[in-house]
């Protein structure tokens, strides 16, 4: 059974950085695709940032310039890298990924960013 854990969140000032880490309990380039999805209180689930098994990436626009993801393949572990975080970025963030016709959902982890 594919599990993913994340870890990282946490309470950060706006203009504060924080680094999420997905560690998946196998290879992550069996993956098609990861990603990293936040949903905010009161608001639908959205895709911040994926990546696929080639490397390509992409980012939701509010977040473009502010935050990077990226892998390490030695650790099975896929990073987001969140840089100059505002109030709206308070979310509970979750890693995704994907292959063939399954996909699995870490436990989340929550990213508060106070004003």
């Known amino acids: 059974q594919v599990q993913l854990v994340e870890s990282g969140g946490g309470l950060v000032q706006a203009g504060g950085s924080l680094r999420l880490s997905c560690a998946a309990s196998?290879?992550?380039?069996?993956?098609?695709?990861m990603g990293w999805y936040r949903q905010a209180p009161g608001k639908q689930r959205e895709l911040v940032a994926g990546?696929?098994?080639?490397?390509?990436?992409n980012y939701a626009d509010s977040v473009k310039g502010r935050f990077t993801i990226s892998r390490d393949s030695a650790k099975n572990t896929v990073y987001l890298q969140m840089n100059s975080l505002k109030p709206e970025d308070t979310a509970v963030y979750c890693c995704?990924?994907?292959?063939?016709?399954?996909?699995?959902w870490g436990q989340g982890t929550l990213v508060t960013v106070s004003s």
């Open positions: 990546i696929t098994s080639g490397g390509r990436t």
């Open positions: 196998r290879n992550i380039f069996s993956f098609n695709t």
């Open positions: 995704n990924a994907h292959w063939s016709y399954f996909e699995v």
